[in-house]
């Protein structure tokens, strides 16, 4: 996700693929590894990292807007990687 950005401007099957693209356009964000064939609030719920507790937190909207911080991700400036 580019900074600013409300969909992701592209989608690699490797973390090299996405960091050489990443290099080459110059841009900044985030790049986060994405779990397949299952959505990020149901991966949560089965790793363990989260369970909800109150009604809201399994409502369409609440999932649909749904991420973790336990996604492997990485931070980038203008191309090069954050330490």
């Known amino acids: 996700m580019g900074d600013g950005a409300h969909q992701p401007s592209a989608l690699f099957s490797s973390r090299a693929d996405a960091e050489s693209w990443i ?23 089965k790793q363990g990292h989260f369970s909800p507790k109150e009604s809201y937190q399994q409502t369409p909207r609440f999932i649909s807007r749904f991420s973790s911080a336990y996604l492997e991700h990485y931070h980038y400036v203008d191309g090069t990687r954050e330490a």
């Open 23 to 45: 290099s080459v356009a110059g841009v900044s964000g985030m790049l986060t590894g994405y779990p397949i064939d299952v959505s990020v609030y149901d991966w949560a719920i």
